[in-house]
């Protein structure tokens, strides 16, 4: 495979190049850190570097089926790599001091900023919504800045500024030149694998699912990235050198949805938000926890295939994918095999699929009419916090007696394990609350947590036990 130590872009409405060599720029240099070198794009703000505080959004645009996309993401998790072929846009090409853009400007007549530290931030995150077809609502707007932290001016104003720009749309100078845009980024190559090799790193982006297993065929040991929003904090925050990378952020035929009469399958690359979006109405227990899974910027990054591939026992969309009975497709070159999520995770961080194998989709069944399926979340927080205790229940009752029920819990072990012996205690019982609160005394014997900086152990069985009974609460006849 040849050797390519560059990639294209477009920014300031021309092709950029970058080079990776051993002194400027590696393959695990982050957008970020590659924008704030240059002179014109400082506004793009380094706070935590692990995508918590958001003041280094920008927003990337893509060309889809002809038409431009243009979504809010954290340069401080993105690989420089995997921006080959994409616009980027920061808050210098809105506007200028002398000629502000409408969100621009609208944040500073509803006075939405003060220090002005993460007003940059603010700004791309308001961009993306201002590019949307429709206008959001305030629900909406909220969700979409939920991830942006401001710790001087407050919200009320940056939401009112926000709801004016997108009610008042005018057609600003990056959709006046969007026809040349689209050009450019035609003009990039993204149909040959790229390869980038330092003295230390290997870094591959192919752009097919066949590429992608060839490579992973033949470096089992590199690490794979999709959104890279867990594995860029081992080097932002850890400063660890990953020596191989197969990026598979570009692999289009892992991105898709597909519904059929009973089962809604996802690829591996689809991202969460996406995910979340499809979810509303079939799969609302998904959509419900996916809602307060990190920010918009996080969930337009990572995808479902990562999710579930970590393996986390805080992995807030595996219980719920168990409690719908989600199957994993796990194929490598000339081979593929169907696993039960349920049976996909093996112990801590450990899973049935094999070095030469990849994740490449995730197949729902649609729960029948009858079965009930509710998801919940105990965090330190409401929005943007991982787990203490996640859980996920589905039940079937008949004429109020429990005829299936399938109870998973994340954070209770030392990955996502089902309540088998809580499950027992259930069965075939009444579905009242004297049955449950004798079940819920079994969750001891189901589960072992471990004392941490989120939560004691004493106090995650009590936490468990309450969401086993605010379940019945809210299904309870």
């Known amino acids: 495979m040849k050797i390519n130590n560059k990639i294209s872009f477009v920014l300031d409405g021309k092709i950029q190049e970058v080079e990776f060599n051993n002194i400027e720029y590696s393959p695990t240099t982050t957008l970020l850190h590659y924008l704030r070198t240059l002179s014109g794009h400082k506004s793009v703000k380094e706070g935590c570097g692990e995508g918590d505080c958001v003041a280094c959004t920008v927003v990337i645009a893509d060309l889809v089926k002809g038409k431009m996309q243009y979504r809010a993401y954290d340069s401080c998790l993105i690989f420089l790599p995997s921006v080959h072929g994409k616009y980027i846009i920061t808050s210098e090409n809105l506007g200028t001091s002398d000629n502000l853009h409408l969100v621009q400007k ?14 940059p931030g603010f700004v791309m995150s308001m961009y993306a919504l201002y590019k949307q077809e429709n206008v959001p609502d305030k629900a909406e707007i909220t969700d979409a800045l939920a991830g942006n932290l401001c710790r001087c001016t407050g919200y009320r104003p940056i939401i009112q500024a926000t709801e004016y720009a997108c009610k008042n749309k005018t057609v600003d100078d990056i959709e006046k030149s969007e026809s040349k845009t689209k050009q450019l980024l035609n003009s990039i190559d993204r149909t040959l694998t790229i390869k980038i090799e330092t003295d230390e790193q290997k870094y591959w982006l192919p752009f097919s699912k066949t590429e992608a297993l060839k490579l992973r065929r033949d470096f089992p040991n590199a690490v794979i990235v999709s959104g890279s929003t867990d594995v860029a904090l081992r080097v932002t925050k850890k400063n660890e050198l990953i020596p191989e990378i197969i990026d598979l952020s570009q692999v289009v035929d892992m991105s898709f949805v ?81 696993v039960k999520l349920r049976e996909f995770i093996t112990g801590y961080r450990q899973t049935l699929c094999e070095k030469d194998e990849l994740i490449t989709k ?4 649609l729960p029948d009419k009858d079965t009930i399926v509710k998801s919940y979340k105990n965090s330190k927080r409401k929005d943007l916090d991982i787990s203490t205790v996640s859980a996920c229940f589905s039940l079937k009752l008949e004429k109020d007696k429990v005829v299936d029920i399938a109870i998973f819990y994340g954070g209770m072990a030392a990955w996502t394990k089902r309540a088998e012996k809580t499950e027992k205690a259930l069965l075939g019982k009444e ?24 939560s004691g152990a004493e106090a995650r069985n009590i936490m468990a036990a309450n969401l086993l009974l605010k379940f019945w609460s809210e299904t309870a006849k």
């Open 431 to 454: 579905w009242n609350r004297t049955n449950v609160e004798m079940a819920m005394k079994e969750l001891i014997n189901d589960y072992k947590p471990i004392s941490d900086a989120r």
């Open 106 to 119: 609208a944040l500073y007549e509803f006075d939405g900023s003060q220090c002005g530290f993460c007003t």
């Open 362 to 365: 995730v197949e729902v069944p």
């Open 258 to 338: 597909s519904e059929s009469k009973d089962i809604i399958t996802f690829g591996a690359n689809y991202s969460l938000e996406d995910v979340r979006l499809k979810s509303k109405n079939k799969l609302s227990a998904l959509y419900e926890m996916l809602s307060y899974f990190g920010s918009r910027q996080i969930r337009n990054r990572a995808c479902l295939g990562g999710n579930l591939g970590s393996a986390s026992t805080i992995g807030d969309s595996i219980p719920v994918l168990m409690a719908y009975d989600a199957d994993l497709y796990l194929k490598k070159a000339g081979a593929q095999r169907k």
